[in-house]
């Protein structure tokens, strides 16, 4: 390598130093650092790469890895490297891809030789490994090698691991810049991609999008609701990406909120689930616009990352909400953009613009913060540029003297530059501001006696253009600036007066001439702006004056007629033809005085940032004001809103919900009764659905079909409710497409519509349940009703059920009567024993029995995990409804820590609700719930209430495995109550039992990116086991784990909604320290655990 090359690689005098020691004999390596990139110490490692020790290899991996983030070149290894690519450990193996990540593309030859060994690390059980293996396959920039790119991406995208998912989108950019031909396959993956539920792929695959195909806004329509809900769980560059494009999509398939008369949520900030469809009990219908739920439901979910600590977040949902929102809503970004004003230099700078180009169209939102711009001492020039610029923008008669006072003392400022911009500023405030022109011009005139010229070239200036505004009233400042005109020395200002001289020049008659003689004394030393002026003032003093100023005028346009500068003999040219009479001149003669001294309009003294606005903020486009490479334009408002349901998603409905009631049922074999309405049909499905699915062996089969509903749930759980109620029929997945089917006759057997709620129900429904709020069966999922209703409707003239019909379903027959004796309270489980009276043959009960049991399963779990009752149980209430806020009604709740008897993916809540007016309160009930896909079990109607007296009822809430609060209302006859009960993360989990084996067989499982943990440090009162156990399980509802050691405590759960394994586990170590391990593929969830249980443990 030669010394130029060195010196270019590595710069500076140890390149040098380098270059002399290798082209010496002498061997000093030992004087360099570690790192050294020497001709010795490059020996050395490649030495110890190419031994068959591994631990050498990984030492020199290390060390090579060093140099590389020095910015050293290490290419000359690449062939050592390069042959360590198929080493069986994993962490030279990982090195060993970092490496080839970053010089894959310099040495392509030797990467290819390797390519074989990439194509089998792609099937390696490491998803690191694979996902490294794919990054080094895309970094090779070849194109004969684009169709096994193409193939490893389509692999990487099916693959279980969401890391390597989000790999395969990285690499489709990479591909595309490859060969853009491959845009129509590339364009699959995409597709497949966003409808991935991870949220480690999310911000990837939109990414992709934007790079290959960002007009493809159809791949956007169903994915757009979830990737709405998924924003705030997306990493921080992520979210960034997905609200730039949900932006754009925005702008494209929504109508304009800033319409008059346009409703909109008054309450929008009260919560953060507030209901999108919900009507205004005092808005007149005559409003012609009402926001689309999905454009509700972007800002929404959008407006908790302005609490953001990523600065770039902030500011991009400051862009959307300043693009998107309605004008009364963009004032909650105003707090926001001004806390980022205390980051670094360069965040303020980009803020600033942005700011800038707002307080122009809506001053009055940044108002309330003026003090936050103004200049500091230790503010960098351009910072103070552009917050003088914005206090320009926010001047008003108002605050004008505020203002100007800050810009006395700026005016003194030893940085001229910007005491410059500050007399413009100055300007601009009197001319937008008429009160106070008059004050600005005298400040003006008096900075004209300042010793700095530029102060007083910048003051001349100014004024020149505020004289133009009523020049009759100011002929003393220009007088007085022809006073000065010698001592100014900048061209710009004393052009500026010349220029005033000869448009005011009949208000001077006598000054006007006098300062052109001076001038054709230094003509020929001025500079080229002044010369042209100075040509100007003797052609408008030749045609008022000529008496005077004749000669003069004619001794000017001589020295300008040899002038070196092209535009000064042309002007002189130009004129000369325009104002002196002559056989040769034309027709312009006659009105060269019009010509001349026609009346100007006074300009208009405008921000920089005025037209800025035309792009959209945040970008690079518009910091730099003009259009840069790749910047796509935000579309007009569509006149007329595209159809809405093309983002609707067709959605597996979770299985219907049946009302256990307290006490035994009494048997009833007329189909028409509410009882066989109930039990037979609803329960049925249930059956059948957990015998089509998995074995008895396998996890239980109804919650795992259960999980499958919730998860599509998630996926559109922001949707309108249209698709989710009212469409009348079930839109469930290939999971459930046999249940459906084997249902169908039993919905035909059905001849009674549900009996109304206030209707007497039968004898078999009359039991109460544990809370006594009356009959259960009478609380109906509003799901079952809206499913089943057209059916019953079409078929309440049938017969009930004939022989025939019983025949054709013999399989479910049976199962409808031993279900009609399974009702009992499921705690009384274990002692029952089935004895009917007419009982089909035993072969017969005993699967439907099986089959029956499992559907009471709570939870997918195995024989050797089984779900607990907790060992422990803190009532911790928390405040639902306040008495003054409910006028008289109160309402607290707890989490009782119990399997919820609705629904096994619910969490059991308890609230006790009181009666602390004067008078009795009627009807209290739940009302309208948000999102409208939120699954809550609500508690029957209580009728009546009296005062002081209170009540204890139970609910269920599928929370979804997320802390986010779920919203509805507390209804009485009269009122509504909107609250909203937000759950701890301990209070989602279920505790599970399992042995030690177990527990270190699931946390293998767990590892890499699905671990988290913390070392704390523990108070003395908490190192015993009883402290350490009542500590955890006070945050979090998990089961305890025998443990052989004493130092190690383990605790194991699920999460109540998608079944997902829990381990905490808690190591002690010396000294008070301890380490918390928590395992779960829930990785936010465990952040959030993690937080949550360091608090108490360190805590005496």
Known sequence: MSTIALYNDQGGAEAAMEAGQENSSSTGGAAFGLFSSDFKKNEDLKEMLESNKESLKLEAMKRVVGLISKGKNASELFPAVVKNVASKNIELKKLVYVYLVRYAE??????????????????????????????????????????????????????????????????????????????????????????????LVAGSVVMAFEEVCPDRIDLIHKNYRKLCNLLVDVEE???????????????????????????????????????DSEDKRDTTEAKPYTMDPDHRLLLRNTKPLLQSRNTAVV??????????????????????????????????????????????????????????????STDATHIKTLKLEILTNL????????????????VKSQDKAFAAATIQAIGRCATNITDVTDTCLSGLV?????????????????????????????????????????NITVSMARASILWLMGEYCDRVPKIAPDVLRKMAKTFTAEEDIVKLQTVNLAAKLYLTNSKQTKLLTQYILNLGKYDQSYDIRDRTRFIRQLIVPNEKSGALNKYARRILL?????????????????????????????????????????????????????????????????????????????????????????????????????????????????????ESSEESEKTSSDSGKSSSGSEKSSSESESEPKKKKKTKKAPQKKSKPPAAFSDSDENGNGPVAQASSSSAESSSGSETDSEDSDPPATPQKKKKDVKSKPKAEVKSKVEVPLLDLVDFSPAPTNAPPSSVISSSLISDLEGLSLSNITSTMQVTTPSFGPVKTYELLHHMTGKGLSAKYHFPRQPCLYEPSMVAVQVILTNGSDHSLEEIHIGERSPAGLNIHCFNTIERLEPEASVTVSMGIDFSDSTQAAHFQLCTKEDQFSVSIQPAVGELLMPSSMTEQ???????????????????????ANTSRLAISKQVLSVCNVGEVPSSQNTVHRFAGRTVSSGALVLVCLELKESSTALLTINTEKSVMASMLLRDLKQPLVQA
């Open 446 to 486: 008096l900075l004209l006696s300042n010793r700095d010229e530029t102060v007083v070239a910048e003051s001349v200036v100014v004024i020149k253009k505020l004289l133009q505004t009523q020049p009759t009233q100011h002929s003393e400042i220009i007088k007085h600036m022809a006073k000065l005109f010698d």
């Open 998 to 1020: 177990d527990y270190s067989k699931e946390q293998g499982k767990l590892l890499g990116m699905n671990e988290t943990s913390a070392t704390i440090t523990m108070a003395t």
């Open 106 to 199: 310099e040495q392509q030859d030797l990467a290819l030789l390797s390519i074989s060994t990439f194509q089998r690390a792609l099937k390696d059980p490491n998803q690191f490994i694979r996902g490294s293996a794919l990054r080094v396959l895309s970094s090779i920039r070849v194109p004969i090698i684009v169709p096994i790119m193409m193939l490893a991406i389509k692999e990487a995208a099916a693959d279980l691991s969401p890391y390597v998912r989000k790999t395969s989108a990285h690499a489709i950019q990479k591909l595309y810049s490859l060969d853009p031909e491959q845009k129509e396959q590339l364009i699959e993956v995409i597709e497949k991609l966003l409808k991935d539920k991870s949220t």
């Open 315 to 376: 500011m991009c949902v400051a862009q959307l909400y300043w693009h998107l929102a309605p004008t009364q809503e963009v004032n909650i970004i105003t707090k926001s953009l001004v806390r980022l004003l205390r980051s670094h230099r360069e965040v303020q700078y980009i803020v600033l613009q942005n700011i800038a180009t707002m307080s122009i169209q809506r001053k009055g939102i940044f108002e309330p913060y003026m003090k936050s711009f103004y200049v500091r």
């Open 598 to 714: 026609a009346p100007k309009p006074a300009p208009v003294l405008e921000s920089s940032f005025k037209d800025r606005d035309r792009f959209q903020l945040g970008t690079l486009s518009h910091s730099l004001n003009t259009k840069a490479a790749g910047y796509q334009e935000l579309s007009d408002w569509p006149a007329v809103a595209p159809d809405q349901s093309v983002r609707n998603v067709e959605v597996i409905e979770p299985v219907q919900e049946w009302a256990p009631s307290v006490g035994k049922t009494k048997k009833s074999g007329k189909p028409k009764s509410a009882d066989k309405f109930y039990s037979d049909d609803e329960e049925e499905k249930k059956e059948e659905g957990s015998e089509s699915s998995k074995d008895s062996s396998s996890s239980s089969s109804s919650s795992s079909s259960e999980e499958s509903g919730s998860e599509s749930e998630e």
């Open 395 to 410: 001047a008003n008669e108002a605050n004008i003297s505020t203002i100007l006072r800050e810009f006395q003392t700026y």
């Open 237 to 275: 560059w992520g979210q960034v990406v997905i609200i730039s494009m949900l932006t754009r999509y925005a702008r494209t398939q929504f109508t304009s909120p800033w319409k008059e008369g346009a409703t909109f949520d008054e309450n929008n900030d009260k919560a953060f689930y507030d209901s």
